[in-house]
C-alpha cells in the first residue's frame, strides 16, 4: 500500500512540474509584411502572460503599449495595400489585429503589375531609384518572387566625409551630439564627429551620473531649477509667460503660460520703413534667427546686395556686392541648415542659371549644377519637399518653352521632368502644403493675362489642376503658416491688392482680409519666422517701388 502511495504521489509531482514549465502560447499576426506570398507572418513565437501582454488587455480601452483592446475594424484601415474590405478582432493579447477574416487584395507575381504586398513586378529599374544615398548607378532586377529589387549589379556609392551625409561605413558626419546620446555613461560635454566620420572625438565628455537640482542641465534632463520665456520652449504654441522647470529636471511645467490664439490680425501689423534702397523682385527668407532679403530692381537699378534684420524693423547691410552679382526675379529658400539662391536675372536682363548657397548669409559657395541644361528662367518657383529642392522653371523668352522641373537633392541636380503643366505661364507663387505642391495664378507669356488657376502635384511630376475662388493674379506673394496657405496682395492687371486669401487644402480659398495693413502691390517678398510675418518692398499700386516693410505676429 505504501508503494502504492508513493508511485500516485511522484505521478503527480511530474504532472505538475509539467504543467508549471509551460508557457501561454499567443499565436501573432503581423501586418507589418514579409517575404511571403501574401506579406503576414503567423510568428508561433511564445509570450508569456507576464511578459508581453499588457496589464490593461481586456478593459476595452487602447492604453500605452496596446495596438487596440476589444474592437473591430475595417481590414483596409490596417493596410489597404493588402486588404479590399472584411473586418478583423483585436487578438486576445491586444498587441494587434487577427485579420484571418479579411479579404485580401489579388495579387499574382510574374503578372507585371504591382499588385498587394509586391514590391516590384518584373522590369529593371536605376539602382539610383532605389536609393540615391546608397547607390551611384547600375541596374537592379526584380526579384523572383517580386519582394523587391536585387541590388547585386548596384554600384555603391562611395561615401564623403566631410558632406554631412551618414553613409556606408560613417558613424557621423560633421556634426555635434551630447555625450549621453553616444554614451549613457557620460552625463556632461557634446562630441564633435572625427574627421575620419568613423567615430566621435570625446575629449569633452565626462563620466558620471546627472544631479538635478545644481543648475546644471546633465544627462538626460532638459532643464535645472531655471525659469524660461515660454516662447524659447515653443513658439508654435505659447505666444508669452515664463516656464518652470519641474522638480525632477525632466521637463517645463508650462501652467503659466500663455497659449497662442492662432487668429492673425490682419489690420493690425505696424509699417516700417527700411534702411535699404527702394526695391521689387528681391526675394526673402527667415534663416539663422533672422530676416533676410537679397537683390531685387526698380526700372533703373538691379541690386545685387544682402540685408538681415532680427526683427524686420532694423536692417543691417551684410554685404554690399554678393559674390553672385547682380539678382532680380530669383527665388531663396532654406534647405538643408544653408540659404539658397536660385536663378534670376541680371541687370542686362540676362538670365542666370547659377545656384549659391550660405551657412551663415555672408559667405557664399556656387553650387553645381551640372551641364544637363538647368535653366530656371525668371519669374519661376522653388519650393522644399523633405530632403530636396524643386525647382519648377519658366520660359526664357516668349519664344522659348520652359525647361522642366528639377530636383536637387544630397546628390545634385536631376531634370525629373521635361515638361510642365502650365506651359508658358510664368510668374505664380508656389508652397508646399500636406506633402503636395501648389502652384497659385501667374500670367500669361506676354504678361496680357492673369489666372486664378491652381496646379497640384505630390510628385512634382504627375499634375492636376483646379480654379481658385480668388481673383485672378500674378506677381503674389504665397507663404505657409501653420499648415495654412495664405495668397498675399498681387497684380490683378487693374490694380495691385492688399487683400489676404486663405486655404486650408491649397484647393478652396476664402478672404480673410479684402484690404490688409499695408498698401496694394506686387513683386513683393514675405517670409515667416515662428512668432512674425514681414511683407517687404514690392511696387505699389501708383507703380512706386517701396523699402516698406509691414510685420504682424503670427
Known sequence: MMKKRLIVIFLIS????????????????????????????????????????????????????????????DCVDINDRLYTGGKAWCRDDCLGFD??????????????????PEECDGGVIDCVEIDPYLFSGGKAACEDDCSGWDTITCDEREPFCGDGIVELGEVCDNETRRCIEIDPKYYLGNAQCNDTCDGWILDDCVEGVAEC??????????????????????????????AYCKDDCSGWDTITCTERSGIIEWTEGNNYTASFEPRASHCAAH??????????????????????????????????EAPFGQRQRHKCVVFDGKLWVIGGRDGAGTNSSSVWYS?????????????????????????????????????????????????????????????????????????????KFFLTGGIDASFQSVNNTIWYSENGIDWESSQGDFF???????????????????NTLSTRTNDILRSHDGLKWGIVASAAGFEGRSSHAAAASLTKLCVIGGVLHGGTYSNNVWCVDI
Open 14 to 73: 511530474l504532472l505538475i512540474l509539467s504543467c508549471g514549465g509551460s508557457k501561454k502560447v499567443v499565436p501573432v499576426d503581423d501586418d507589418t509584411g514579409s517575404n511571403d506570398e501574401n506579406g503576414v507572418t503567423n510568428d508561433e513565437s511564445e509570450v508569456s502572460d507576464d511578459d508581453g501582454i499588457p496589464d490593461t488587455c481586456g478593459n476595452g480601452v487602447v492604453e500605452e503599449g496596446e495596438v487596440c483592446d476589444g474592437n473591430l475594424v
Open 99 to 116: 485579420t484571418i477574416t479579411c479579404e485580401e487584395v489579388f495579387h499574382e507575381c510574374g503578372n507585371g503589375i504591382v499588385e498587394g
Open 213 to 242: 537640482g545644481n543648475g546644471i542641465v546633465e544627462g538626460f534632463e532638459v532643464c535645472d531649477s531655471s525659469i524660461d520665456d515660454c516662447i524659447d520652449i515653443d513658439p508654435t504654441k505659447y505666444s508669452g509667460g515664463k
Open 287 to 320: 534663416f539663422n534667427g533672422r530676416f533676410w532679403i537679397i537683390g531685387g530692381a526698380t526700372s533703373s537699378t538691379t541690386f545685387s546686395d544682402i540685408w538681415s534684420s532680427t526683427d524686420g524693423i532694423t536692417w543691417v547691410e551684410e554685404m554690399a
Open 359 to 435: 551657412t551663415n548669409g555672408t559667405s557664399w559657395t556656387q553650387d553645381n549644377v551640372g551641364s544637363d541644361g538647368f535653366k530656371p528662367g525668371s519669374n519661376f518657383e522653388a519650393i522644399v519637399k523633405g530632403s530636396s529642392i524643386f525647382v519648377f522653371s519658366v520660359a526664357g523668352s516668349i519664344l522659348e518653352p520652359a525647361n522642366g522641373i528639377w530636383e536637387r537633392n544630397a546628390i545634385g541636380w536631376n531634370k525629373i521632368s521635361e515638361t510642365v503643366p502650365y506651359g508658358a505661364d510664368s510668374s505664380f507663387s508656389g508652397a508646399l502644403l500636406d506633402g
Open 472 to 490: 485672378p493674379r500674378a506677381f503674389h506673394a504665397l507663404v505657409k503658416i501653420d499648415n495654412v496657405l495664405y495668397i498675399i496682395g498681387g
